[in-house]
């Protein structure tokens, strides 16, 4: 398998994800606005959301993903399957309990995440009917999230990267020509989660059939929990969860920081952190994704020189892609915020206030992608403890350095804190895979940072020179020009960076990689 070729397409296809989740929210404030309503929605939607990122995505696939890949690489394939039925229906059955109580408990679940609802009856009621519409998500999540697992063990990446797109296209869908024929408008991105949960799902069953792979689910619960695969993908989940729960629990903290400072802080946080995923969830989420089954395969086969030139492949390709964007992140931060966002109520204040927040998450982008390169090199041999004791100590490494930068630097202080965190933790998580003798670096990174050195500070000259040609907040009311003006400077940057690279020897084949 070319993995270039690979990350090409599945970045490809997260780029296309992004995009349509812009629209989806551009379309949703259009037609809602702000109001109690869409409170009620925001409210209901974040509980089986907050569920899917504990239980499902990101704890499960770091648990499923490395013993999948060694029963199928030692075991064989009908081993492999026979677990896969049994974590299915493992899954099926927890989540099914877990979704009947969530919909019985709506009322409590509801009050609990959000006290401030129940002043308001006619809200808190819209809540609660949307939370019981909106509960079955995390069990058709929890199902994608297994599916896949199996598939990008099986190398096949695109239906697992092309998925999201269905949740936005059905809401945007409900969006216009739904909730105006409904008598409760906001009842309509209700059902477009609840489609766009079963779209999902539903997209998985023919490439699992393709492969031989699609689960059967039995009766026998007993029987399936106590077979020896799937209590060490328990145990497995139990650290994972917690890792996520702590991003979760910083999340939760910044927010409420952001909350007492100047009004408009939590938006422009907000708005700075979508244009910080965009390259994060291109390169970062994309990476890791592609590396993982190939690390687990690695691990599985006892091949070290294979796992370390793996690793090896991807830092390199982070460094090479993640770096000018994190350039092109601060020295464009008004441009980007300027382009995206400079409409309506969104004034020349705020695209300057989130152009702050954009820098500072400039600054350690790097950190937070190269993070996402490093952990998979731990999963894949199925030690999930090292990083979780990792992200606990950034997590109070992170908070410390709120109390220094958010009163200096207000709200942005928050993402350079997070930036900067996350820089640690990619640098503990580096030292930690050397100290264990799980990755040993190839030789060349110094010669490799000189001449990427060079290109950096070429882009970096050239984006500020370009862009001071342009009155960004100026061209409000030309917004088309003002997207010329953007896609003019990225080219302009583009081939500066691109063409200093081939001048100084980088060649694409350098890059090329086919997995075993």
Same mark, same amino acid.
């Given at each position: 398998?070319?993995?270039?070729?690979?990350?090409?397409?599945?970045? %490809?296809?997260?780029?296309? #994800?992004?995009?349509?989740?812009?629209?989806?929210?551009?379309?949703?404030?259009?037609?809602?606005?702000?109001?109690?309503?869409?409170?009620?929605?925001?409210?209901?939607?974040? =509980?089986?959301?907050?569920?899917?990122?504990?239980?499902?995505?990101?704890?499960?696939?770091?648990?499923?993903?490395?013993?999948?890949?060694?029963?199928?690489?030692?075991?064989?394939?009908?081993?492999?399957?026979?677990?896969?039925?049994?974590?299915?229906?493992?899954?099926?059955?927890?989540?099914?309990?877990?979704?009947?109580?969530?919909?019985?408990?709506?009322?409590?679940?509801?009050?609990?995440?959000?006290? %401030?609802?129940?002043?308001?009856?006619?809200?808190?009621?819209?809540?609660?009917?949307?939370?019981?519409?909106?509960?079955?998500?995390?069990?058709?999540?929890?199902?994608?999230?297994?599916?896949?697992?199996?598939?990008?063990?099986?190398?096949?990446?695109?239906?697992?990267?092309?998925?999201?797109?269905?949740?936005?296209?059905?809401?945007?869908?409900?969006?216009?020509?739904?909730?105006?024929?409904?008598?409760?408008?906001?009842?309509?991105? &209700?059902?477009?989660?609840?489609?766009?949960?079963?779209?999902?799902?539903?997209?998985?069953?023919?490439?699992?059939?393709?492969?031989?792979?699609?689960?059967? =689910?039995?009766?026998? =619960?007993?029987?399936?929990?106590?077979?020896?695969?799937?209590?060490?993908?328990?145990?497995?989940?139990?650290?994972?969860?917690?890792?996520?729960?702590?991003?979760?629990? #910083?999340?939760?903290?910044?927010?409420?920081?952001?909350?007492?400072?100047? !009004?408009?802080?939590?938006?422009?946080? #907000?708005?700075?952190?979508?244009?910080?995923?965009?390259?994060?969830?291109?390169?970062?989420?994309?990476?890791?994704?592609?590396?993982?089954?190939?690390?687990?395969?690695?691990?599985?086969?006892?091949?070290?020189?294979?796992?370390?030139?793996?690793?090896?492949?991807?830092?390199?390709?982070?460094?090479?892609?993640?770096?000018?964007?994190?350039?092109?992140?601060?020295?464009?931060?008004?441009?980007?915020?300027?382009?995206?966002?400079?409409?309506?109520?969104?004034?020349?204040?705020?695209?300057?206030?989130?152009?702050?927040?954009?820098?500072?998450?400039?600054?350690?982008?790097?950190?937070?992608?190269?993070?996402?390169?490093?952990?998979?090199?731990?999963?894949?041999?199925?030690?999930?403890?090292?990083?979780?004791?990792?992200?606990?100590?950034?997590?109070?490494?992170?908070?410390?350095?709120?109390?220094?930068?958010?009163?200096?630097?207000?709200?942005?202080?928050?993402?350079?804190?997070? %930036?900067?965190?996350?820089?640690?933790?990619?640098?503990?998580?580096?030292?930690?895979?050397?100290?264990?003798?799980?990755?040993?670096?190839?030789?060349?990174?110094?010669?490799?940072?000189?001449?990427?050195?060079?290109?950096?500070?070429?882009?970096?000259?050239?984006? =500020?020179? #370009?862009?001071?040609?342009?009155?960004?907040?100026?061209?409000?009311?030309?917004?088309?020009?003002?997207?010329?003006?953007?896609?003019?400077?990225?080219?302009?940057?583009?081939?500066?960076?691109?063409? &200093?690279?081939?001048?100084?020897?980088?060649?694409?084949? !350098?890059?090329?990689?086919?997995?075993?």
């Amino acid at each position: 398998m070319n993995l270039l070729r690979t990350l090409l397409t599945i970045s %490809g296809m997260t780029m296309l #994800s992004r995009i349509t989740g812009l629209l989806r929210e551009l379309l949703i404030a259009r037609a809602f606005g702000a109001s109690g309503f869409t409170d009620a929605f925001f409210v209901a939607f974040r =509980i089986p959301n907050l569920l899917r990122r504990l239980f499902a995505e990101g704890a499960f696939s770091q648990a499923f993903v490395p013993i999948l890949a060694e029963y199928a690489n030692k075991k064989g394939t009908d081993p492999a399957k026979e677990l896969i039925d049994k974590v299915a229906t493992a899954l099926m059955w927890t989540l099914l309990l877990i979704t009947v109580v969530g919909i019985l408990a709506a009322p409590a679940v509801v009050y609990l995440v959000a006290t %401030g609802l129940d002043g308001n009856s006619e809200i808190f009621g819209l809540s609660v009917l949307m939370t019981r519409i909106m509960f079955p998500y995390i069990l058709f999540m929890s199902m994608v999230a297994l599916a896949g697992g199996i598939l990008n063990t099986w190398r096949e990446f695109r239906i697992p990267a092309i998925t999201p797109v269905l949740l936005n296209v059905s809401f945007i869908i409900a969006s216009l020509f739904v909730a105006p024929y409904l008598s409760q408008p906001v009842l309509a991105l &209700a059902g477009a989660v609840f489609i766009g949960g079963l779209l999902q799902l539903a997209i998985q069953i023919p490439a699992l059939k393709k492969i031989g792979m699609l689960p059967r =689910i039995s009766f026998n =619960i007993v029987g399936v929990f106590s077979d020896a695969g799937v209590q060490r993908i328990i145990r497995q989940m139990i650290p994972a969860v917690f890792a996520v729960s702590v991003a979760q629990v #910083s999340l939760m903290i910044n927010t409420n920081i952001a909350s007492r400072l100047v !009004h408009g802080s939590v938006s422009w946080i #907000s708005y700075a952190d979508r244009l910080m995923e965009f390259p994060n969830a291109l390169l970062g989420i994309a990476l890791g994704t592609i590396l993982l089954p190939s690390l687990s395969k690695a691990h599985a086969n006892n091949d070290d020189k294979e796992y370390s030139s793996l690793m090896d492949w991807g830092l390199r390709l982070t460094f090479l892609l993640a770096m000018p964007a994190s350039i092109l992140l601060m020295t464009l931060a008004v441009p980007f915020t300027a382009t995206l966002f400079n409409y309506g109520k969104f004034n020349a204040v705020d695209v300057n206030m989130t152009a702050y927040a954009v820098i500072a998450y400039g600054v350690g982008l790097i950190g937070l992608i190269v993070v996402r390169i490093l952990a998979p090199g731990f999963y894949a041999k199925q030690d999930i403890r090292t990083p979780v004791k990792i992200a606990v100590f950034v997590l109070i490494l992170t908070q410390l350095m709120n109390l220094f930068f958010v009163p200096i630097f207000a709200h942005a202080g928050l993402a350079l804190s997070i %930036g900067i965190g996350a820089c640690g933790n990619a640098a503990i998580l580096f030292y930690m895979l050397r100290k264990k003798g799980i990755y040993q670096p190839e030789k060349g990174w110094k010669i490799f940072f000189l001449k990427l050195a060079v290109a950096l500070v070429l882009l970096a000259v050239v984006s =500020i020179w #370009s862009a001071s040609y342009f009155d960004w907040i100026g061209m409000q009311a030309h917004p088309l020009y003002r997207m010329g003006a953007l896609a003019i400077v990225m080219i302009v940057c583009g081939v500066v960076y691109f063409g &200093a690279l081939l001048l100084l020897g980088f060649r694409i084949r !350098h890059f090329r990689r086919i997995a075993q």
